[in-house]
């Protein structure tokens, strides 16, 4: 096991003007561990894993990311384009709206096949037959894959955003409520889907989620935010059978009551 | 009121400096769109203005100019540009292709090879190869500074998913010198592989983008495609009426009003040449033979 | 019947001479002299100075009477021929404080220093036809006031400036500005070049802009602060000279719009400005652009960018008519290469799918 994080996040700090959105978080994250982030809304978490993305600017802090030479390298102090080719290869980004993660007058072949194609593949046959692989991988009928994904409900969807960051195979997927606005028994297939692709492709994942069933059932460890702070953090199962900080108590226990 | 003298040319000198300086840039960098400060020319923008500044920017009094549009010399856009340089810079012009150090275009490439010394100078309404894609030029300027092409290719893909090949017909993206994506104007795509390692200098201007671009002789020109679905330029399946020609591009002529048909060079000068060597096809003898339609 | 596709000289020669015919009109009319353009159709020869972006009025007439009164294209023969102009220099900026008033009107103060001056206006007229136009006459002469007193006539702008109240425009006053026929136009573009842009804009594009904005598209709300119209000299400072010199006077209309703002990260809540200024007496040209131009600071402002014109690229892309008109009318020359291809891959497309189609009919039938 490596003495190196594959991702480390230093002292972020997000402002909007006057109000601070995240405050001082740090935080490592270990090649195939999977994260949660969680809190209320308004506590700070999707800005948090938005700056750690690079999507806004932070005001303070540092992200760190691991390259293949197992150096920490700063990702404000990589070059543009070794930092688009990195967010395209090794990393992935599943948002809570599959709108804002697809191409919706592409077809499903196509949103699969973006990220191959971007990455140099140059074989039509040979991308579609990777595309066929990953919709079945991803419950949805290879027969759909020339349909674009408006025609698609909400959970497929979701899904074939997920296949879409998965193709190639990235060492880190962030995700943003990848089961918000699902119904409850859509939800619980995709978690069960999630769950087995970081475990088969051995993926680090960090998860916000406003919902401590899914930290209960994807993470490893968990966050807790409250008011742009990380008030507690530990291995999932203790924070959530033996809450430290108040308001992880009051958080648990208006589930328990719900 | 006395009207004022143009310059040679009609641009200005100092205008022709900035463009001359935007093409050793283009040269430089083959297939980079290089932004340049068009000016109004006396035609309407996507009549030829960029082909006309980048004309008169490397036109000499020893040049020789043939202008075509679709292939052809006589038509009016055409016979309008040749006849503006003919008068701004007193220059000699020709139909002949060989003849020829200077060519105009608009829409085609010449049948006959272009060789070492001649400039061939592209008229181009739309220089950015992926703007249907995306139309916003700050986010076009990144994907080629990048060289992230991926979106383009996705386009390709979704033709072939959906047609069973690449339904590009004319304007054709081409990949310069392993390099930039580029527009190769509206040329059909039959055109394409005479970009190739062509010895002639293409130059290419877009004057209501404000764009010039250019591809150095014997560069290489690939035009986009995947490795099991390779580029296949087309062309009507027939002979030239008049010459009889199997090997260029055809226009069809719609010939009376039962759906009558005629296939016939839309390269004016290699019909004519062709004729002249006693290549005779089916319709010869054809009215549009004598030339002038009009 | 065989029809004509390819024009040759000898139509293009005649179709020129039918033009010059169809300009000249009934023969029995009297000719209409560049002169009478010039002073009685004066807004149409404004608005060809603002878009040729070339103020000469004898020339911008002579554009009109050339173009049959299209004022498009009257505006693109006035910037075909600026374009062979040499470039001398630019001015030393104008001082609209210091304008000769023929108008000036406030909707943010009742009464202020130097006061409302009417001037001409269509603005309280009933757009009723008035038939006594159509014969010739004399006019009678317009009643006027006294000078004003020393013509002190403070901008608006500046009154809310000595308060801090509204945004201080940032920007190097001596340094030479960005000149949008030297230099592409790149983005982000910055305001000066955006204000070149607006001001060559067309008339119509520049209002429906304008328009979308108080529509709910990119709302600023929006105040008439000052809208002045007059005269102002046009002053150079050649280097070997030291010193400024007066080169002549132009007219102008100036729109300075006051707009809220919220206030931003760094900062507080303040009234900003939108700018307009067009040649001649063009006051919807001007009102138009300096809404827009309010718009278009969305971004610097850290507002959202959401509407049309907000957009930078969008409306700057769009606003120039030469361009758009040269462009849409492109589609008039001959296509017929690229829509021969076109032809050959629908043929070839309809072809393959009527072959799959029958495919599975041809199995039944086994």
Redesign the interface.
Known sequence: MSAVPLLAVRDLTVRFGRRVAVQHASFELWPGEVLAIVGESGSGKTTLLRAVHGDLPADGGRVLYRLHDGTLAPLDGLAEPVRRHLARTEWGFVHQNPRDGLRMAVSAGGNVGERLMAAGMRHWGRIRAEATQWLRRVEIDPARIDDPPRTFSGGMQQRLQIARVLVTRPRLVLMDEPTGGLDVSVQARLLDLIRGLVADLGLAAVIVTHDLAVARLLAHRMLVMQGGRIVESGLTDQVLDDPQHPYSQLLVASVLQA | MSLPAYSFAYLDEQTKRMIRRALLKAVAIPGYQVPFASREMPLAYGWGTGGMQVTAAVIGPDDVLKVIDQGADDTTNAVSIRRFFALTAGVRTTERTAEATIIQTRHRIPETPLAAGQILVYQVPQPEPLRKLEPRETETRRMHALAEYGLMHVKLYEDIARHGRITLSYDYPVLVNGRHVMAPSPIPSFDNPKMHRSPALQLFGAGREKRIYAVPPYTDVVSLAFEDHPFRPWKAEAACGLCGATETYLDEVVVDDRGGRLFVCSDTDYCAERRKAGHRGAAAGHALAAGEGG | ????????????AASHAVLAETRRGDPAVPELGVDQIEQQLGHAVDRVMAEGALYDR?LAA?AIKQAQGDLQEAA?LL??????L?RFCASVPIDTARMTIARRISATYKDLPGGQILGPTYDYTHRLLDAALLEAGEVPPAPRAPEPADAAMPRVTALLDQEGLIRRETGDRDAEPPDL????????APRALRLQNLARGDEGFVLAMGYSTQRGYGGTHPFAGEIRYGTVAVEIAPEELGFAIEIGDIAVTECQMINQFA???TEPPQFTRGYGLAFGHSERKAMGMALVDRALMSRELGEDVTAPAQDE?FVL?HSDN??A??????LK??????F??????IR??RQ?AEARLAEPSREAAE
């Open positions: 019947m065989y029809v004509a596709v390819k024009g040759g000289e000898r139509a293009i004898t002579l693109f910037r075909a021929y600026r374009t062979t040499p026929t030297r230099a592409p136009l790149t983005f982000p206030g931003s990260r690229e892309s030469v361009e008109s040269g462009f849409v009318q492109h020359l001959p296509h017929y290469v690229d021969q291809s076109e032809l050959e891959l070839r497309l393959e």
